[in-house]
């Protein structure tokens, strides 16, 4: 057996990868345009170059420095859900900017629910819920509460929320 076999990490038994709703692109990609409208709209093309030792262009740059980043971040960000023989990933990027790992031997139960994103907890991306709970969503109003063995839960978004409690179910059960 080759050193690169023994020393592979375990194959995820369960893997989820979602985008954001395009409504969420589309918003920010509203808010750039308006904002370089703006912008342009009170360009004076007589000051040319100049211009930007006068400080006029700069709210411009500002703006475009401002509203660019967020919409690079979102526009590049996905939420994937992994479950291993031994844990629960959660990472959002497509290189992780944000990582969560819950060992299965932490979960205590788990149930599919539905949610109001908006309402209870602001939105979607990780949130932290008013009453407490953990959140971890990307689009839609379906996850999977997971408790932990402290009493604390998470709530983790998903398109395939029965498929994903069925999977952390047995993979808690087949713990050594």
């Known amino acids: ?3 690169a076999m023994v020393n592979r990490p375990p194959v995820a ?17 509203g808010v750039v345009a308006v904002t370089i409208g703006y912008f342009a709209r009170t360009y004076d093309p007589a000051i040319g170059l100049g211009g930007w ?13 401002l509203s660019l980043p967020p919409m690079l971040v979102v526009g590049l960000l996905k939420m994937t859900t992994e479950v291993h023989p031994g ?13 969560h790992v819950v060992p299965l031997a932490e979960i205590r139960a788990v149930e599919p629910v539905r949610y109001r994103p908006m309402a209870d907890c602001g939105g979607w991306g990780i949130r ?13 109003d379906r996850a999977v509460r997971v408790t932990l063995q402290d009493g604390s839960t998470l709530l983790i978004g998903s398109q395939r929320p029965e ?3 069925r999977t952390l179910e047995q993979a808690v059960r087949n713990l050594p």
């Open 87 to 99: 844990d629960l990933r959660l990472w959002f990027g497509l290189l992780p900017t944000y990582r």
């Open 53 to 65: 030792s006068r400080f006029r262009e700069w709210p411009l740059l500002v703006a475009i420095g």
């Open 163 to 165: 498929e994903l409690a």
């Open 128 to 140: 932290r819920c008013r009453n407490g709970e953990r959140v971890f969503t990307a689009r839609g």
């Open 13 to 29: 038994i369960y893997r989820e990868e979602q985008w954001f709703s395009r409504w969420i692109y589309a918003a920010l990609a």
């Open 1 to 3: 057996m080759s050193i």
